[in-house]
């Protein structure tokens, strides 16, 4: 018996498998330009804000990862479902090489909202094109 990269135990695994960075187990593909993970990926899918005070407090963040070799471009636009402008990144576009992962801040202005929920879509486009982008929902709560 033996532990698996994600801490299953089972049969001895063989020398020619092993977990890629999402933790999915496939073919071991060594001195390989190939990964098992997609290239432009990004974590959390969901930010949660709270209020304007807990943003300041909490200084959040979206975490952009390049599962791949091959260098990429990202690019950023928020799509506001509710509210206008209150929604702010460190930055909208920028390079994402292999393997180093890059933070956006996220902040936000409340001076012109009025008490209540208020939501907006970040769309991440990955640049050679990556399937359809990826998306964080934000959520933001005044007082």
Known sequence: MAIDPRGHIGPEMSSNISANPRGHIGP?????MISAAPRGHLWPKTLDLGT???VTNKSPRVRLINGNI???TWQARIQYISGANWLQ???????????T???IAVSVDAGTLITGSYEALVDFDWVPPEGNGDKVQVILNVP
């Open 89 to 99: 990144l460190s930055q909208y576009t920028g390079p994402l090489d292999g393997k």
């Open 101 to 103: 992962p890059v933070e």
């Open 28 to 32: 071991k593909i060594e001195g390989s």
């Open 52 to 54: 304007p005070a807990q």
């Open 70 to 72: 091959e260098k990429l």
